[in-house]
């Protein structure tokens, strides 16, 4: 076939999120899709374009006027937008869009080369109901066109060999200027995160799809936890297909920390590589590779997305902890001493306990609204009546009650404030209660490990201990670091206890016991689960440990009963302690 070239303007475009849209409803979207391009042919044909390759989320169109082809860009958003303004915000058909003028190749009715490729990319780095325009194009439209223009600075474009300038087109009401240092964004008061779009390494364009797939997931599960602040989607993805520095994306967004990533696909498998960076220092946070079958694509992406999810959230935790360790005390903010709280709060002894409490408390003062410093608060306390019996039980826990409903209402959307009130409440004898607020804080964040935590531990108190365990198997499972491991080991303890699986109460109690040597709680369980297999010796020697440490948590517990134990569970325990060698 003969070949011929000319100059062009090229329109390319393609669906945000195709493949998640495919996911939720995949004849929808294709209906969608359809309906959308019925809709947009007579804006491209009154703009004298010519469509001459589609997909299936996207769309190439020549233009001869590059004038034509950006106002056929900014009429084709704006219907996107009219289409959109009564669609449900996760089924919303948006679409991204860059243009460019240069050589083509024109073969029959295909048009080939640069000019096509470039445009491509700069549609790849525009943001959902964006357009970007090559330095090429902008010189023709300036001044010919009823639109703002912000320049983005010479961009490295994937497989282009130089870098072009690169314009974002708005319509005048909307434009988004560039950011620049007089306009400079400051560090939120938490934790911040910026997620980029993954890096498609092979061969192969739809697995880029794939990787945009994953990265739009891992923003939507973070954004659930109300401790992170998480970059939209539309601005971390303005960096896609650019080669970039954290360290200028953490300026430019303002963000502490920078997830980014990469996928390659070989044959039927593919590999998913991450890692989180410190922006301000480069230094690497974490780093992981996943390797998986594409049997089930969406399944993969599902899959990837828990487990990217699971893995950041402890470690923006512990990089946070370690930033607030290193601050002078007289110049904290209130999210640092929070951090320090939480620090001193893992170490279960009673010393740590009452510095936990003093740093919550100085969190408080310094933002009243801050609603973890008051859940915070809470958990030193119970920990300080139930487990050292600094503070007296039958007054902390109404106490305890009333500051975890105020956290609760300073931020009603906070899955974790929601999730210790359950806890709360299962604490004060309310296991229906408990398992109410619980429940609607999964709802709100079903990756939640606090929230599991809570489950369990009501679970395992309200006669239900093998459903406990299977969620304090996932709370481990989602925060393998948990600052109160100890106390949810010790869940695991009572639940296998009452389950009657007294070898595994014995084995969970004493790893609890090496892990935290000064937690005096197992040692009951230990000596209860020994006698009742008969292992008198053993047993009177963790009896005695139980009774020397903690006498007066012993007596707590023991010789009367906490709101959250049925008096069958009492009555149990108190089995095992006889057969171990106590006497009232």
């Given amino acids: ?168 087109v708005g319509s005048s009401s909307v434009a988004r200027q560039p950011i620049s240092p007089a306009t400079a964004l400051s560090l939120p008061d938490k934790p911040s995160i910026a997620v980029l779009p993954f890096a498609n390494m092979s061969d192969d364009p739809e697995q880029e799809f794939f990787g945009d797939g994953i990265a739009e997931d891992v923003i939507t599960a973070l954004s659930r936890y109300p401790s992170l602040f998480v970059i939209a989607r539309n601005s971390s993805f303005t960096y896609k297909g650019r080669a970039v520095d954290v360290k200028q994306v953490g300026r430019e967004l303002a963000v502490r920390y920078v997830l980014e990533g990469s996928l390659r696909k070989s044959g039927n498998r593919i590999r998913i590589t991450g890692q989180l960076v410190e922006a301000e220092t480069g230094r690497h946070i974490w780093a992981e590779r996943y390797d998986r079958d594409l049997a089930d694509i969406f399944a993969v992406q599902d899959e990837i997305t828990e487990a990217v999810t699971i893995a950041i959230v402890p470690a923006v935790a512990e990089a946070e902890l370690q930033r607030a360790m290193r601050k002078p005390p007289d110049s904290l903010d209130a999210w640092a001493p ?82 210790w009130l359950g806890h709360t409440l299962h604490m004060s004898g309310d296991a229906e209660g408990a398992l109410a607020e619980i429940e609607r804080a999964l709802a709100m964040n079903p990756n939640l490990a606090s929230a599991y935590g809570s489950l369990g531990d009501t679970l395992v108190w309200s006669g239900r201990p093998k459903e406990g365990l299977e969620a304090l198997k996932r709370y481990f499972r989602l925060d393998p670091r948990s600052p109160l491991g100890a106390v949810g080991l010790q869940q695991v303890v009572a639940a296998h206890y009452f389950c009657g699986e007294y070898a595994a109460a014995i084995e969970a109690a004493r790893l609890v016991l090496r892990s935290y040597p000064e937690y005096p709680l197992p040692h009951r369980w230990l000596a209860a689960a020994l006698g009742q297999l008969g292992r008198t010796d053993e047993a009177r020697q963790a009896l005695d440990k139980a009774v020397a440490l903690a006498p007066a948590s012993f007596d707590l517990f023991i010789r009367g009963r906490v709101p959250w134990w049925r008096p069958q569970d009492h009555a149990h325990v108190l089995e095992g302690l006889r057969k171990a060698g106590w006497s009232e």
Wanted: net charge negative.
């Fill in 338 to 419: 929070f951090q320090r709280g939480l620090w001193h709060l893992s170490k279960i002894t009673a010393q740590d306990n009452l510095a936990a409490e003093k740093f919550f408390q100085q969190a408080t003062e310094l933002d009243p609204k801050f609603a973890g410093a008051y859940w915070g608060l809470t958990k030193a306390y119970i920990i300080a009546a139930a487990i050292f019996q600094t503070r007296n039980l039958a007054e902390t826990l109404p106490l305890e009650l009333a500051l975890t409903r105020h956290a609760v209402a300073l931020d009603s959307g906070d899955a974790g404030g929601r999730s």
């Fill in 1 to 168: 076939m003969a070949s011929t070239r000319r100059l062009a303007a090229i329109l390319a475009a393609d669906v945000v999120g195709y493949s998640r849209l495919m996911g939720i409803d995949e004849a929808g979207t294709v209906q969608a899709v359809r309906e959308h391009r019925v809709a947009a042919d007579p804006l491209i044909a009154e703009h004298g374009g010519r469509v001459f390759k589609t997909t299936g989320d996207g769309i190439l169109i020549e233009f001869a006027s590059v004038v034509g082809a950006v106002e056929c860009a900014l009429a084709l958003q704006n219907l996107a937008a009219e289409r959109n303004a009564a669609v449900p915000s996760d089924r919303r058909m948006e679409w991204r869009i860059g243009v460019h003028l240069g050589d083509v190749l024109v073969e029959g009715d295909d048009i080939l080369g640069d000019g096509v490729n470039i445009a491509a990319r700069l549609e790849g780095i525009a943001e959902a109901g964006g357009i970007c325009i090559s330095d090429d194009a902008f010189r023709q439209v300036r001044g010919k066109v009823e639109a703002e223009f912000a320049d983005l600075g010479e961009q490295s474009l994937k497989n282009i060999a130089r870098p072009l300038r690169v314009y974002r």
